[in-house]
């Protein structure tokens, strides 16, 4: 599948859907690099987050009627399971230290074989991301940061951030709010 095929994540689900392989490659050739980050940034090794990573698409391939387009986007979707399986395994790795692991270099998997075009439409989409986040005021960001990069629950970042867990909650749900109009907005601004 070309990296600018013009078919929509939504359709790349419901070929999963119907047990079509290429659907599922096209859906890990469009989000693989955008999930890895994510896996790496959470995980801080990269073996562990592209064990991750093929667990997901594993998933998503082994119980594709999970995916529910009226909650959120493919991506999205993608994304959640990409985080949740991550901070599981973060969580796991905390109650077992692993004496060998080794640190993620970023600088060696800077390019990660992919295409220029891939390249520059992962460049765009995290600038959209960056300008989205800096819209946020600095106590929704670091709420939002704590929570998505770090893995810690609602009580937990209350306690880091020393505020009422009313309060934390209430910074995590207006954030992610104002994070959600700003991406749709400055997504529809790049079209």
Known sequence: MAANDPQTDEALMEGVVARDAEALRGLFERHAPLMLGLGRRILRQTS???DVLNEVFWEVWSK??????????ARSYLLLIMR?????????????PDLDATPVNTQAHADGGETPMAAAQH??????VRAAVGDLDDD??????????????????????????GTI????RSGLIKLSHSLRKKGDATL
């Open 169 to 172: 909650k209430g910074r995590l």
């Open 64 to 73: 594709p009627d999970r995916y529910d387009s009226s909650r959120g986007s």
């Open 123 to 128: 460049a765009e989409s995290r600038a959209i």
């Open 48 to 50: 562990d987050a592209e």
């Open 140 to 165: 929704q960001r670091a709420a939002i940061e704590l929570s998505f990069f770090e893995g810690l629950s609602h009580s937990e970042i209350a306690d880091r951030l020393e505020a009422p867990l």
């Open 84 to 96: 949740s399986r991550s901070l599981d395994r973060l969580r796991a790795r905390k109650s077992r």
